[in-house]
């Protein structure tokens, strides 16, 4: 055995080399689809927002008689009989 001592030199990795151009051209297909999606999802949430603010498809969600923000219910009997419980109040 020699007492001959290596000296280890760290060396830097080699950089990956380029990927290919029909790889690049489907990233890039990839890309345009993608940003496609996204203003198709970002026209769809416009639409439903603007759907929303103006009325949209429900007219009659409250029962008549109803008045949004009304906190009580006019009733006509509070009782409803044995055993039932009068929420009319």
Not at 14 to 34: D, S
Request: no cysteine.
């Amino acid at each position: 055995m020699s007492n001959v001592v290596r000296r280890i030199v760290p060396q830097r990795p080699k950089a990956p080399p380029p990927p290919p151009p029909e790889v690049e051209e489907e990233i890039e297909q990839q890309e345009v689809a993608v940003a496609e999606e996204e203003q198709e999802v970002a026209r769809r949430v416009r639409s439903r927002q603007r759907s929303r603010s103006r009325g949209g498809r429900r007219p009659n969600l409250m029962a008549p008689g109803v008045v949004a923000g009304d906190t009580g219910r006019d009733v006509l009997q509070t009782n409803l009989g044995a055993g039932r419980n009068p929420r009319g109040r």
